[in-house]
């Protein structure tokens, strides 16, 4: 098949109206091919992330009941209006855990980091559509051209119908689930707005919004209602502990490294040590005289504002429960600010305290490649430098220790070369993953 053939067939395989409202991409032609190696490194990284989920269900229980340090829990509830404290603590929600796990995996010299967790991403329609598309025209796509709508229908066990209910917010991935939900056919997924409050009991809800975005979202307090009296499945769960980009922190924290290593067994807890970049959470409370900050060096976080520009290879980010958590909003790179833009994304990372707490992170560079984007109007195929940052989408089916993640498929976001914070823009290029 030509570059022309391939074009063509992408071009018309394009649901009509598009997969995301307002927003384009430039097509891969081919898939990204990763290797056998990072592919099975990828797939077995879902049972590490599922049981680090687990494990930090665990430290917050504990932490709230008085059985581990109250610091912890405080942390994780502050910012938060207390009816949603209430509600993570519900004796019926209080062992939920996000049933679609998505790491964002930035491939580097050294191998790869995770920058983060997302519990509730976009993209699970996209890359549905990227591997069907794809493996129809022949290439062997890592989760087939299935895995995606196979590992999200499984999440809502034996529930009659499921409701896809997206808030205005995240109105732009709209289409995306509309089309899944076509796919997956027999009426039994349903697409709907905000408003919508009326599940029957024993059905299923998917919850395509952040919790900050609630007061926004006309039918959540039903659906949260009914979800706490177990009459309706629903997921991910109303629970912002899961939403907080700081859980990076707490597994950095030498303080509870003892609990880490008993819940995520020894192998578990020095693997997420080796991929998941060091980080802090920005607490303004002054250290005594003699502190300092393990591996920064700087004894109060206002000194972040004197490091050289080389020395400031570190990310600022909001942590979550905040509209600026949402995609590359509130993230601030240090290498790539002047010095009165990192001084000031500083101190809005110390006045955030305590609504709003900061991360602060190392910055691993994500290394160059070499992609191909497809011009789906001529057929050109154009070579072009890109850093990747690999999206792996798992789906969690069963209930308590039956429950198990299961690799769907990975979406590679290529960004130009040039561009040292990856996330999805026009001049990127998405494609799906082949081994």
């Not at 504990?62 to 405080?74: D, K, M, N, T």
């Not at 796919?183 to 349903?190: A, N, T, V």
């Not at 920064?296 to 520009?309: F, N, P, V």
Request: aromatic share 10%; hydrophobic share 40%.
């Amino acid at each position: 098949m030509t570059a022309v053939d391939r074009a063509q067939s992408l071009r018309q395989a394009m649901p009509e109206g598009g997969l995301f409202g307002g927003m384009s991409w430039k097509s891969a032609a081919r898939p990204l091919a990763l290797g056998e190696s990072l592919t099975t490194e990828i797939e077995s990284l879902g049972r590490v992330f599922h049981q680090f989920y687990k494990a930090v269900n665990q430290l917050y229980r504990r932490s709230f009941e008085g059985r581990a340090p109250a610091w912890v829990a405080e942390v994780l509830d502050q910012g938060k209006p207390p009816e949603l404290v209430a509600i993570q603590r519900a004796a019926a929600l209080r062992n939920e855990l996000p049933r679609v796990i998505r790491p964002d995996l930035l491939l580097t010299e050294e191998g790869f980091i995770i920058s983060e967790l997302d519990s509730v991403p976009g993209g699970i329609g996209l890359t549905q559509w990227l591997n069907q598309t794809y493996a129809a025209l022949g290439d062997a796509v890592i989760g087939g051209d299935s895995g995606m709508q196979d590992g999200f229908a499984s999440i809502f066990g034996a529930a009659s119908k499921v409701h896809i209910v997206v808030s205005e917010e995240a109105a732009s991935y709209r289409p995306e689930m509309v089309w899944l939900a076509a796919q997956l056919g027999s009426g039994r997924f349903q697409v709907h707005g905000g408003e919508f409050d009326v599940p029957a009991d024993g059905e299923a809800v998917y919850r395509f919004f952040e919790l900050f975005d609630l007061p926004q979202v006309q039918g959540s307090g039903a659906l949260i209602q009914k979800a706490v009296e177990k009459r309706i499945r629903l997921t991910p769960p109303p629970r912002p502990i899961f939403e907080e980009k700081l859980l990076f922190a707490l597994l950095w924290n030498r303080n509870l490294r003892e609990f880490w290593r008993q819940e995520l067994g020894e192998g578990f807890y020095l693997r997420l040590l080796k991929i998941v970049p060091r980080s802090w959470l920005i607490d303004p409370m002054p250290l005594p005289p003699h502190g300092a900050y393990p591996g920064l060096e700087i004894t109060e976080w206002s000194q972040l504002k004197g490091l050289s520009q080389r020395d400031r290879a570190l990310v600022l980010k909001i942590s979550g429960f905040s509209p600026e958590a949402w995609g590359s909003r509130g993230v601030y790179l240090g290498s790539d600010l002047s010095a009165a833009e990192w001084g000031s994304a500083v101190d809005r990372a110390l006045g955030a305290w305590p609504g709003s707490p900061y991360l602060l992170q190392q910055y691993h560079k994500p290394r160059l490649l070499e992609a191909e984007a497809l011009d789906l109007d001529t057929g050109e195929v154009t070579r072009q430098p890109v850093r990747a940052r690999l999206c792996p989408y798992y789906f969690v089916s069963g209930d308590g220790d039956q429950a198990r993640p299961k690799l769907g498929g990975i979406l590679a976001t290529l960004n130009p070369g040039d561009k040292k914070i990856i996330h999805g823009m026009s001049d990127a290029i998405l494609a799906p993953c082949s081994a």
